[in-house]
């Protein structure tokens, strides 16, 4: 578009002043819209709207509700099922490799032999951090002092004495074994 507009200019720098005459608007067309300025780059103008809405919208990074009640996070983004708000699960995902990835270093901070554990049994007190937090997993004292002994056996016997197995069987049963074994249980709920 922008080559066609420089052909144009340049045929019409190149016209002698008799021919412009020609190129003045008639009187049907002086009555007609003026042609809309020229877009800048779909990119540019995206990037100024969402600068907009940045500022307009505001920063909140948590959920909270809006001035009409309904549950929004972020940039004045709706979460609330309501209002059929929510998100993909794209996003989702992105949401929980950024969990998993925030959650490593502070595991590895709090339990001092987590990175010598093998991949499966790293994985087990992930996942039962997530769940319950890192403050619920460190109460799991004898469990983590199994662990870190390499009893693996006593380790899986005591996470499935606790209340956390209780609440939730098929969970604590599933990493339970994976903890004993060593081996990668399959995720079924």
């Known amino acids: 578009m922008l080559s ?6 340049s045929r019409l720098l190149s016209q002698k002043p008799s021919q412009m005459e020609s190129l003045k608007p008639s009187a049907s067309s002086a009555s007609s819209p003026p042609p809309s300025p020229v877009s800048s780059s779909k990119v540019d103008w995206i990037a100024k709207a969402t600068d907009q809405i940045k500022q307009d919208e505001g920063l909140v990074l948590e959920a909270y509700q809006d001035h009409l009640g309904f549950w929004t996070i972020g940039y004045g ?21 950024n969990d998993v990835n925030a959650r490593l270093p502070v595991l590895a901070n709090a339990i001092p032999f987590f990175n010598r554990l093998d991949d499966a049994r ?24 199994f662990i870190e002994a ?26 339970a074994e994976q903890m004993r074994t060593g081996k990668w249980q399959s995720g079924t709920r």
């Open 4 to 9: 066609q507009l420089f052909t144009l200019l």
């Open 122 to 145: 790293k994985a087990v007190l992930l996942n039962m951090s997530f769940q319950l937090g890192i403050s619920g997993l460190l109460k799991f004292k004898s469990t983590l002092a």
């Open 77 to 97: 983004r709706l979460i609330d099922k309501r209002k059929g708000g929510g998100i993909s699960e794209e996003e989702a995902l992105y949401l929980l490799e």
């Open 150 to 175: 390499g009893d693996y056996e006593n380790a899986a016997a005591n996470m499935l004495k606790s209340l956390w197995a209780k609440q939730t069987p098929n969970r604590a049963n599933r990493l």
